[in-house]
């Protein structure tokens, strides 16, 4: 998977985004109200522009996460989204 790569403060919100919620020293719901928190902050700071920059990057870091895991198991990096993402 080839893309260009997020700008530079897109990339530190999607590792603060990912802190939050992966954190080990604190709840799921504190986790959430963090990421909560942080998406208010790059609203106000940034606007719009900042929230689509924030959503691309961290949709990339997923998509290459995803790439990666498949790779892994042998998988269709589709399939496996498929799978991950089905209700």
């Given at each position: 998977?080839?893309?260009p790569p997020p700008e530079a403060h897109s990339q530190r919100n999607v590792?603060?985004?990912m802190r939050a919620l992966?954190?080990?020293d604190h709840s799921y719901e504190r986790g959430l109200a963090v990421l909560r928190n942080l998406v208010d902050q790059i609203a106000?700071?940034?606007g719009p522009a900042g929230l689509c920059d924030f959503t691309v990057a961290l949709s990339l870091g997923l998509?290459?996460?995803l790439a990666?895991?498949?790779h892994?198991?042998?998988l269709a990096t589709a399939d496996l989204a498929e799978v991950?993402?089905?209700d």
């Amino acid at each position: 998977m080839s893309h260009p790569p997020p700008e530079a403060h897109s990339q530190r919100n999607v590792l603060e985004a990912m802190r939050a919620l992966l954190s080990d020293d604190h709840s799921y719901e504190r986790g959430l109200a963090v990421l909560r928190n942080l998406v208010d902050q790059i609203a106000r700071d940034e606007g719009p522009a900042g929230l689509c920059d924030f959503t691309v990057a961290l949709s990339l870091g997923l998509a290459e996460a995803l790439a990666r895991i498949a790779h892994e198991q042998g998988l269709a990096t589709a399939d496996l989204a498929e799978v991950w993402f089905a209700d």
